[in-house]
């Protein structure tokens, strides 16, 4: 035991992070799981499960990209619902080819992703050109533009293989066809195969490639373009390719996150991914705190419960969690509060140098 | 595809373009001098639209039906009414929320933003209920014929108000003191107070102007498009703020033309390519713009020093 403590004091301050957040989220996997199975949950909290690990997918991706890489997205959703639209779709398409759930929604994961990926890599081209609020508005407007272009999109599937028409429902299906994405009327799932333990099994790779990489060389080239691009560029390192790196790593995350929340849905339209969920999960890195893994996980699952624990208050709900959020922000901003807890600091410090003489 | 009816979407066009602007204007001149983008101005539009509305109908009973006074006194009180609600409000905001952070990183700032805006949302669905309004137009609903082409009232209205408040505003960021304490802020805040401008009460006057702005621009959007409801400013907002950063975020031309542009886009968007994507038009326009020229239309090109 004493060496698992002394091993825990001897780490350095990103090992200790990183070990601290697969603790956090192993932990609450379990207890959670202990809870399910021993008194239960509430149907609120159960119901909440699925979106929790979803959004903290999410927070954790968008925090590779604002936080670890230094770019404001304002159209992380987008992403989210590429993958849910297309993972969901391949779910769906898949159903008879692959009967074991957990593999299907897998498959549709991992193809959710890529999409996504391929595609924040398409808009990256452009958009890493840009930097500060510009960049940020135009992530804003290739957010809206994904939303326009999936509510007109229409999917289906039979025996010919894939129908695919736009704006309109040109599709002529024969016997037995499956329509997959069905415009403005979104995707129906026919069976909701996301689970609990799926999500966790997400949330834990997620964490595996985001630590992967921000500690590794990619990683700190990918800090060192965000703290200084000119110094940067002049040590050798390619700023554009580094920020993409960040930047589809995090899409292909995000997909993976939209497929895992699509298929808890029965059904979903693509306005549910607009700008105010993009602006949510921002919230949810900002008060976690920027390039702050287990920050963004805690202020995720806090976040997306507390709209819910409000229940009581009913109409109120959005308003107290508006005003929860400017005093947050308010507290956490104001010299005073971060005066106090230096001045803690340095005493217990103070008193460590003490013992140690 | 005949001239006229050319003319005609190029009119309306420019009327939607007209709101774009006015509501352009308060956020580029926010960021201008605090570099902060204010996500609660599109909700200062919707609650200045609702005071507007209040006005109006509390106000219409009380005059003769038909008589010059009942079309006049109710529309101008409304106006002016929200107009001074919304400067209040403006500057109250700015003095709770967003003053406090004045020196934290533009994030959190930007996040409190969104908080405010939240709340504003969320105060009008609590005060005034989430079933949409029927705001009639404040200058009637007749229209005046130009030749072959029939202009409504509104859209005549709209785009003058749109040119009165610029020849104003013009004037009185080059022509004022306040004006060019204003410009001084922009450009360097610490060396505006050395020469002894106050930096905070010009910051609270920007916002107070922005406000007002936005009332009028509620105002003139729930004329052309009558349906209020607590969601009503946020989508003309951020089309409002693309269109701020399309001319050049900062520059006062520059949210004019961006918001005529974008406008007159929207709606030929609408009109020969599709309903349904015109947004989409709009954004991919946007950041064709943005990838020529990433400071915007007017916008000023700062050269990196190293």
């Known amino acids: ?357 | 595809m005949d001239v006229l009816t050319l003319l005609d979407y190029l009119i309306r066009g420019l009327s939607l373009g007209s709101v774009y602007a006015i509501i352009a204007l308060g956020y580029t001149m926010v960021y201008g001098i605090a570099k902060m983008l204010n996500f609660a101005h599109g909700d200062v539009i919707m609650v200045g639209a609702y005071v507007c509305f209040f006005a109006m109908t509390g106000l219409s009973p009380m005059f003769e039906a038909g008589s010059m006074a009942a079309a006049v006194v109710p529309a101008l009180a409304g106006v002016v009414l929200s107009m001074a609600v919304c400067t209040v409000l403006g500057v109250v905001i700015e003095g709770l929320a967003y003053k406090p952070l004045r020196q934290a990183p533009s994030l959190a700032v930007l996040i409190t933003a969104i908080g405010v805006s939240y709340f504003l949302q969320n105060s009008a669905l609590i005060l005034w209920s989430s079933s949409p309004k029927i705001f009639s137009p404040i200058v009637g609903s007749g229209s005046q014929k130009i030749g072959p082409l029939t202009i409504s009232h509104v859209t005549l209205v709209t785009i003058a108000a749109c040119v009165v408040i610029m020849l104003a505003l013009t004037a009185f960021t080059g022509r004022t003191k306040m004006g060019k304490a204003m410009r001084a802020v922009s450009e360097d805040k610490g060396a505006a107070q050395l020469m002894g401008i106050n930096v905070n009460r010009t910051i609270s006057m920007t916002f107070a102007i922005g406000s007002a702005l936005a009332a009028i621009a509620g105002v003139l959007l729930c004329s052309a498009y009558p349906t209020l409801t607590p969601t009503t400013g946020s989508m003309p907002g951020i089309k409002a703020f693309t269109a701020a950063v399309f001319g050049g975020i900062g520059s006062i031309p520059g949210a004019l033309l961006g918001g005529l542009l974008l406008g007159v886009i929207e709606i030929f968007a609408g009109a020969y390519i599709s309903t349904q994507l015109s947004t989409a038009v709009v954004f991919g326009v946007l950041i064709v713009v943005l990838l020529v020229k990433p400071a915007g239309l007017l916008g000023k090109t700062v050269r990196e020093k190293v």
């Open chain 1, 1 to 357: 035991m004493s060496r698992v403590v002394n091993r825990l004091a001897n780490m350095n301050k990103t090992t200790r992070s990183s070990v601290f957040t697969y603790a956090l989220v192993v932990g609450a996997f379990v207890i959670l799981q202990l809870l399910r199975m021993t008194t239960g949950l509430g149907s609120v909290l159960e119901g909440q499960l699925i979106p929790i690990c979803a959004y903290v997918t999410m927070a954790l991706a968008l925090n590779l990209v604002v936080g670890v890489s230094g770019e404001l997205s304002l159209g992380h959703a987008g992403f989210m619902s590429i993958g849910a639209f297309l993972g969901c779709a391949a779910a769906n398409g898949l159903a008879e080819l692959i009967p074991f759930t957990p593999v299907r929604l897998g498959v549709a994961m991992v193809i959710g992703a890529a999409l996504a990926g391929f595609f924040g890599f398409l808009i990256g081209i452009p958009v890493l050109r840009l930097n500060g609020d510009y960049l940020a508005i135009v992530t804003l407007a290739f957010g809206e533009i994904i939303k326009s272009v999936l509510t007109n999109t229409y999917l289906a599937v039979d025996k010919k293989g894939l129908h695919f028409s736009f704006l309109t429902d040109k599709n002529a299906l024969e016997e037995g066809g499956l329509q997959l994405i069905r415009g403005p009327m979104g995707v129906m799932n026919t069976q909701r195969i996301s689970t609990f333990t799926v999500g966790f099994v997400l949330v834990v790779i997620t964490l595996v490639v985001i630590f992967n990489l921000v500690n590794s060389r990619t990683g700190r080239a990918i800090m060192a373009a965000r703290d200084n691009r000119i110094a940067a560029e002049s040590v050798g390192i390619s700023v554009t390719k580094y920020k993409m790196i960040a930047f589809v790593t995090s899409a292909a995350l995000a997909g993976a996150a939209g497929t895992l929340y699509g298929c808890s849905q029965t059904t979903f339209v693509a306005t549910k991914f607009d700008f105010n969920t993009s602006i949510l999960i921002l919230v949810f890195v900002v008060l976690g705190g920027l390039g702050n893994m287990w920050g963004s996980v805690i202020a995720a699952a806090a976040l997306t419960i507390l709209p819910e624990a409000l229940r009581q208050f009913a109409d109120y709900r959005m308003l107290v969690y508006a005003i929860v959020l400017i005093l947050v922000m308010l507290a956490t901003n104001n010299p005073a509060i971060w005066g106090f807890f230096a001045r803690l600091r340095e005493r217990r410090e103070e008193k460590k140098g003490g013992a140690a003489q």
